[in-house]
C-alpha cells in the first residue's frame, strides 16, 4: 500500500515535514468553528483556490552549475535587513488558536529576524507586542469613528512601531457563509458546534481555561464592556467605513511620521495613487480571497505593479504562500518580500509556539533549498530570469 501524502498524526511539531502537516495538525486539535473561520473565504472560494493555483504555475527555470555552497536569505526592507523575505501577516483574533496568539507569533517573528504585522482586531495590546523586540507593524481598519483610529494610531507611534499598515478591502465584509452556518447569533455558537467544542479538550484547556473568550485590545476607545468578542463584532460591523477614500490615506499619511504601507493593492493604478498618496509601499492582496470572490491571485498582479511603481517603492504580496519556494517566486516577480498569514496561523493552532517556530523553520529550509536549485546564492538576487509559466 502506497504510504504517499500521508501526514504525520502525532502532535509533536518538530516532525512535521510541511506547512500542509501542520495543516492537519492544526485541524485535529481546533474546533469547528475555529477550523473554519482560519480556512474560509468568500462566496464559492474560487479566489481561495486561484491564489494557490497561481504559485503553482509559476516555474522555475534554474540555473547550473553555479557556486551555491554559501547561501543568503537576507533582504532590504525598509532600509534594514530582514533575515528572510518574508513578514507574518496581520491576522485577527489570534487568541481563539492559542492562548497569546499575538504574542506567540510576534516573538517566533523576532528570533527569526522578520517584521510580525499585528492585526487592529488582536487580542494582545500593541505594548506588549512591542515590548518583546520585534519589528512591529500595527494593521488598522477604516473605522468611522475617526477619532479611534488616530487613538490606535498614536499608541503605535508612542510604542515604537515601524510601520502603520492600511488595510482598504474590507470595509464592506466579504460574503464567508461559514460564519452563518456555525452561529445562531452572533458570536453564539449553534448546538452542534457547542458540542464539538466539547470534544475538543486540549483546545479549551488552552484557550479558554486560562482566560476565558479572548477579549480584543487595539480597537481604540470602545464603551465599557465593549472589548468582549461579543459585543465588539457587532459593534466593529457597525463601525467599518464604506466611504473610504484616497483622501484618508493622506489624513492618516499626515498623522503618522513614520512607514505607510496601503494593503488590500490589486491594480498597478491604484498603487502609483498609493504612492502619491503618501505611501511608502503597498501589499498587493486579495486579503487571503475572504473578501471578493473571482478576482485574480496577488502573484499574478505582483508583476504588473512593481513594473508601475519602478525599484524604489516597497512592495510586498500575500495570499496563498505555503512553501518557502512561494516566498522565492515571490522575489523573482518583484516583491520586496511576502506575507505569510494561513501557513503561520497553522503551526499556532497546531502547537502554540513550538508549531508557529516550526512553520517558519520549515519556510526558512525551504527557501534555501530553492536558492540551491535554482542556482542563486542571494536572495537579494532573485530576479525574472529565474521564472516562466507554464
Not at 500595527?138 to 469613528?145: A, G, L
Not at 505607510?260 to 491604484?270: N, Q, R, S
Request: charge should be positive; hydrophobic fraction near 45%; glycine fraction near 8%.
Amino acid at each position: 500500500m502506497s504510504c504517499r501524502r500521508r501526514f504525520h498524526h502525532g502532535t509533536n511539531p518538530a516532525r512535521a515535514q510541511s506547512i500542509a502537516e501542520l495543516r492537519a495538525m492544526a485541524a485535529r486539535r481546533l474546533p469547528n468553528f475555529c477550523l473554519e473561520y482560519l480556512e474560509g473565504g468568500a462566496d464559492d472560494e474560487i479566489t481561495l483556490s486561484r491564489n494557490r493555483k497561481a504559485l503553482d504555475e509559476v516555474l522555475w527555470l534554474p540555473r547550473t552549475l553555479v557556486d551555491v555552497s554559501q547561501r543568503e536569505l537576507a533582504v532590504p526592507l525598509f532600509g534594514q535587513d530582514s533575515a528572510l523575505p518574508m513578514v507574518i501577516a496581520p491576522t485577527g483574533f489570534n487568541g481563539l488558536l492559542a492562548d497569546g496568539g499575538d504574542r506567540v507569533l510576534a516573538e517566533v517573528a523576532h528570533a527569526a529576524g522578520i517584521p510580525f504585522c499585528q492585526s487592529m482586531v488582536s487580542t494582545v495590546a500593541l505594548e506588549d507586542i512591542v515590548a518583546t523586540g520585534v519589528r512591529h507593524w500595527m494593521q488598522i481598519y477604516p473605522f468611522k469613528d475617526r477619532d479611534n483610529v488616530a487613538a490606535v494610531v498614536k499608541r503605535a507611534e508612542l510604542a515604537g512601531s515601524e510601520a502603520i499598515v492600511l488595510t482598504t478591502d474590507a470595509s464592506v465584509f466579504g460574503n464567508r457563509e461559514w460564519d452563518r452556518r456555525n452561529y445562531r447569533a452572533p458570536m453564539k455558537l449553534n448546538l452542534c458546534n457547542l458540542i464539538d467544542v466539547a470534544w475538543h479538550p486540549r483546545w479549551v484547556w488552552d484557550v479558554l481555561v486560562p482566560r476565558g473568550m479572548p477579549r480584543f485590545r487595539n480597537l481604540g476607545n470602545l464603551p465599557a464592556g465593549m472589548d468582549s468578542a461579543r459585543n465588539a463584532a457587532t459593534w466593529l460591523a457597525a463601525q467599518m467605513d464604506t466611504s473610504l477614500t484616497w483622501d484618508d490615506v493622506r489624513w492618516l499619511r499626515a498623522l503618522w511620521p513614520r512607514k505607510l504601507l496601503v494593503k488590500g493593492v490589486l491594480m498597478p493604478e491604484d498603487a502609483l495613487r498609493a504612492r502619491d498618496a503618501g505611501a511608502d509601499g503597498v501589499v498587493v492582496s486579495n486579503h487571503g480571497g475572504r473578501q471578493l470572490d473571482t478576482v485574480p491571485a496577488p502573484i499574478e498582479m505582483l508583476a504588473a505593479v512593481r513594473e508601475a511603481v519602478g525599484p524604489d517603492m516597497t512592495v510586498i504580496v500575500d495570499s496563498g504562500f505555503r512553501r518557502g519556494s512561494d516566498f522565492v517566486k515571490a522575489r523573482a516577480l518583484g516583491a520586496d518580500a511576502a506575507m505569510s498569514g494561513r501557513a503561520t496561523l497553522y503551526g499556532l493552532a497546531a502547537a502554540g509556539h513550538g508549531g508557529a517556530a516550526r512553520a517558519v523553520e520549515i519556510l526558512r529550509s525551504e527557501m534555501a533549498r530553492t536558492l540551491g536549485l535554482i542556482g542563486c546564492a542571494q536572495m537579494r538576487e532573485v530576479d525574472g530570469r529565474y521564472v516562466g509559466r507554464g
